[in-house]
């Protein structure tokens, strides 16, 4: 098992729970339902972001 991205954090785009630490996550999908509030998030490159504050400020 290897992951397609490594050393990326990721975070829910509605509750901001840390995806990464959540059972089950595999980043080798493209959606994760947040089990926290069901939301699909899109694991993608195009949603990496530098810093947590772009990706706060992007909003
Ligand atoms: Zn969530």
Excluded at 17 to 41: E, P
């Amino acid at each position: 098992m290897s992951e397609r991205f490594p050393d990326v954090d990721w975070f829910c785009d509605r509750c901001h729970d840390h995806l990464n630490a959540q059972d089950g996550f595999d980043d080798n999908k493209y959606t994760w339902k947040c089990t926290s509030c069901s939301h699909k998030n899109s694991i993608s490159r195009d949603n990496i972001y530098d810093s947590r504050e772009d990706f706060l400020g992007s909003e």
